[in-house]
């Protein structure tokens, strides 16, 4: 690979050097949860969050961490996930997802992330956030009609 090629992401760490390593993936989380107390499309998914966004900001740079090639923090810290199955205490439909998606879209257009990344992350991102709802919308007892 030359020096004026683009890393591979997904491959090796090329995901996680391109979001600026632990920093930068602490400073994503930061603006992710920022956008998300500021932004009235998001009041569904914030009213899911303790008032004290800690250590929701730890897990998902942990989990960010090691998702995208780098330092397995989140199961150093706090273990195993699974994705679908870790929020099934919560109720997430379409609207949620869109949320969570509308946040994540804006604190990634905050960062200094090359164009070709930020479209990776968020197309990458979609990936689990759709799951999640699909994993929902197949468990009646989660529907909200129970």
């Known amino acids: 690979m030359t020096s004026d090629q683009e890393p591979v992401f997904g491959v090796g760490d090329a995901s996680f050097q391109a979001a600026g390593g632990e920093p930068g993936l602490q400073r994503l989380v930061a ?3 920022r956008v998300m107390d500021e932004s009235p499309q998001a009041t569904t998914v914030r009213a899911m969050y303790p008032d004290d966004l800690s250590e929701a900001q730890d897990r998902l740079a942990s989990f960010l961490s090691g998702w995208l090639g780098g330092p ?4 150093e810290k706090y273990g195993g996930i699974s994705i679908p199955q870790f929020h099934t205490r919560w109720q997430v439909g379409e609207a949620e997802r869109d949320a ?3 946040c ?3 604190a990634i257009a905050r960062q200094p992330y090359t164009p070709a990344f930020a479209e990776y992350l968020l197309r990458q991102l979609r990936v689990p956030a ?4 699909q994993v929902q ?3 009646p007892a989660r529907s909200g009609h129970s």
């Open 31 to 33: 603006d992710f949860y």
């Open 72 to 75: 397995k923090r989140y199961a």
């Open 100 to 102: 969570w998606l509308f």
């Open 104 to 106: 994540m879209e804006q």
């Open 130 to 133: 759709e799951r999640i709802r």
């Open 137 to 139: 919308a197949a468990c």
